[in-house]
């Protein structure tokens, strides 16, 4: 899964990307966690839009489910099964721009150890998402099985598209479920951080810093 990541400065990372701003401002954020109200790209008619919507999907039939939580994931694997996500897939995608990404493992002790995710390149990553329009707009991550060294921490990751490709995804004539399941990624590094992360009210340069 992907349950925090950071995003720096969406508006300077994307100003070649996207054609249109919907009124996002450069903001610093170590500590995205699900709830927030975050950058992503969609595609408007023939233009790549920079947007801010709310990370955690929540169906119609939750809506009366008061302990309900938003969906933050949806799994690549079952996407064109489940009924929350299978139009989404064909009719609202989304990108979602991170510097990186958290997870953790358990230690010996059963401890949750935090690690920190980017790209080896230390390139802006693109989370393959999914969004809809409800009393907010809001969007999921899509997830994958981990792959390579990433499986030493976790058995899941976001499905990550390289920057050439965003456009393909969004471009809704594409057969997304084709192109991510084959989708080779982006080559990982990953580094162990402090427990500090974990408290979403810690956002500061040092959560990223490897221990």
Known sequence: MCGRYVITKA????????????GVVDEINYNAFP???LPVITKEE??????????GLVPKWSEKMKDFKPL?????????EKVTFKGLIAA??????ADGYYEWRKDENDRKVPYYFTGTD????????????????????ITTEAKGDVTEIHHRMPVILQEQDIGRYLDLKTDALTLLNVYPGVPLTFNEVSREVN?????TPELIQSL
Do not use: M
């Open 199 to 203: 408290n979403p009210a810690n956002n």
């Open 35 to 37: 709830g927030s109200v």
């Open 122 to 141: 230390l390139q802006t990553l693109y989370f393959a998402g999914l969004y809809q329009k409800n009393t907010n707009t809001e969007f999921s991550i």
């Open 92 to 97: 609202r995608r989304c990108v979602v721009p």
């Open 46 to 55: 023939d233009q790549l839009a920079l947007h801010k919507f709310h990370w």
């Open 11 to 22: 508006a300077s990372k994307t100003k070649n990307i996207i054609q249109k701003n919907n």
């Open 72 to 80: 933050n994931n949806a799994r690549l694997e079952t996407i064109h």
